[in-house]
């Protein structure tokens, strides 16, 4: 006889207060945690033209020290309509009892990136310490991260140096935060 599946005791928390309580040292990352959701400009020396995108991050924990990440994005039109897939990630964001960041990001494009990073106020900034690529991925060969939380909002700045170009800018995103 088989046992009946039981409710996972350890749910992931999208908001404090939901779930086990959030480890000590995440305590500088505590405003990450949630589902944002937002549009931004995206631009490559590479690329024909500039894009508008729509994204939604999502950034939740079990209990234990480190952070649960996933972002997915897709193109929009003129008017804000979705036009395609764009890209997608997870990984997982740790804080080391310093407060330094270490963040490994993993995209199915076959690009896995870890970065390294600091938290200061509401600003966190994490740079490539590596970036790994399957055979067939696209040449990246770093990318810096801004982040600026300040009450319900979030905005996100990539850098990236990829395919022969410098490290320069490549996405704006502002996002607010979704209720749970």
């Given at each position: 006889?088989?046992?009946?599946?039981?409710?996972?005791?350890?749910?992931?928390?999208?908001?404090?207060?939901?779930?086990?309580?959030?480890?000590?040292?995440?305590?500088?990352?505590?405003?990450?945690?949630?589902?944002?959701?937002?549009?931004?400009?995206?631009?490559?020396?590479?690329?024909?033209?500039?894009?508008?995108?729509?994204?939604?991050?999502?950034?939740?924990?079990?209990?234990?020290?480190?952070?649960?990440?996933?972002?997915?994005?897709?193109?929009?039109?003129?008017?804000?309509?979705?036009?395609?897939?764009?890209?997608?990630?997870?990984?997982w964001w740790r804080v080391t009892?310093?407060?330094?960041?270490?963040?490994?990001?993993?995209?199915?494009?076959?690009?896995?990136?870890?970065?390294?990073?600091?938290?200061?106020?509401?600003?966190?900034?994490?740079?490539?310490?590596?970036?790994?690529?399957?055979?067939?991925?696209?040449?990246?060969?770093?990318?810096?991260?801004?982040?600026?939380?300040?009450?319900?909002?979030?905005?996100?700045?990539?850098?990236?140096?990829?395919?022969?170009?410098?490290?320069?800018?490549?996405?704006?995103?502002?996002?607010?935060?979704?209720?749970?």
């Amino acid at each position: 006889m088989f046992e009946p599946v039981q409710e996972n005791p350890y749910p992931d928390s999208h908001v404090l207060g939901e779930g086990p309580e959030p480890h000590p040292l995440l305590r500088p990352v505590l405003p990450l945690l949630g589902r944002w959701h937002g549009r931004g400009q995206g631009e490559y020396p590479t690329l024909e033209k500039d894009f508008r995108y729509e994204q939604e991050i999502t950034f939740s924990h079990d209990g234990r020290p480190f952070l649960r990440y996933e972002a997915r994005a897709w193109l929009i039109d003129g008017s804000g309509a979705p036009v395609r897939p764009a890209s997608r990630e997870a990984g997982w964001w740790r804080v080391t009892p310093d407060a330094v960041l270490e963040v490994v990001l993993a995209h199915p494009t076959g690009v896995v990136e870890t970065y390294v990073g600091r938290v200061s106020g509401p600003e966190i900034e994490i740079e490539t310490k590596d970036v790994a690529l399957t055979p067939l991925a696209k040449e990246v060969t770093g990318t810096r991260r801004h982040y600026t939380v300040e009450n319900d909002g979030m905005t996100v700045v990539h850098d990236m140096a990829a395919v022969g170009q410098p490290l320069q800018h490549h996405l704006t995103t502002h996002l607010r935060r979704r209720p749970s």
